[in-house]
């Protein structure tokens, strides 16, 4: 089975500042990688995913991650946060050609700051 | 455009007054789910539907029941309503093995 891990459960920072959210994950089998994005009484929407390829993936909204084998992490990275960035972000993994069970960690609040 | 409908948006009710919330999605999907969010436990899954007739539980499916008569439409069923759940309710679906769920907005329920 996969789990998720969000390092932390809320990460304030100041207009213009970089970010960097961070996720790992556990798995025994090769997986896909998600982040998603809940702005405040909204649905999700996807914000990039990692299916296979290039390690790094470019999201919406200037949005970044990595996907690291070696250390199962997928951190997300914006190197310049606006006021509008400020929502919870979810990362999710799920077993690659599985069932799409989407097993998500508990989210991080990205709170941004004038 | 591609959306996952669900409603109502808002309810509350009573201890035991039966109820059901729909979901439809219009991009002719085979895998719907239904997850409920709560505060410090991020998203949980309830049930999912691999197609249509074909269900299974997932992760709390306790007090909730599900059908996918048609595949559009993946119908959540709480016969009789608890306060433990309260919740936000978010549908959910995907093409098969493509890995990418679409949401629904959220059907945020209170139970008294």
């Known amino acids: 089975a996969q789990s998720v891990t969000q390092l932390d459960s809320q990460v304030p920072v100041f207009e213009e500042a970089p970010v960097e959210l961070r996720c790992n994950y556990s798995s025994s089998v090769s997986v896909y990688l998600f982040w998603y994005v809940q702005y405040p009484n909204q649905g999700l929407q996807l914000l990039l995913k990692y299916l296979s390829g290039s390690t790094l993936v470019k999201g919406i909204n200037g949005f970044e991650a990595e996907f690291n084998k070696s250390q199962t992490s997928f951190h997300l990275r914006k190197p310049s946060v606006h006021i509008s960035d400020t929502a919870e972000y979810f990362c999710a993994v799920s077993r690659q050609g599985g069932s799409e069970k989407l097993v998500f960690g508990k989210g991080t609040k990205l709170t941004v700051n004038p | 455009e591609a959306q996952v409908t669900q409603n109502p948006r808002y309810l509350i009710t009573v201890t035991g007054k039966k109820l059901t919330v729909t979901c439809s999605q219009n991009m002719n999907h085979e895998y719907m789910s239904w997850y409920r969010q709560d505060p410090g436990l991020g998203l949980r899954q309830i049930y999912y539907?691999?197609?249509?007739?074909?269900?299974d539980k997932g992760d709390v499916p306790e007090g909730y029941k599900v059908s996918r008569k048609e595949k559009r439409n993946f119908p959540l069923i709480l016969e009789s309503p608890s306060p433990n759940q309260t919740s936000l309710y978010f549908c959910a679906s995907s093409i098969q093995g493509a890995g990418e769920l679409f949401f629904g907005e959220g059907s945020r329920l209170t139970v008294l």
């Open positions: 539907s691999m197609n249509v007739e074909v269900t």
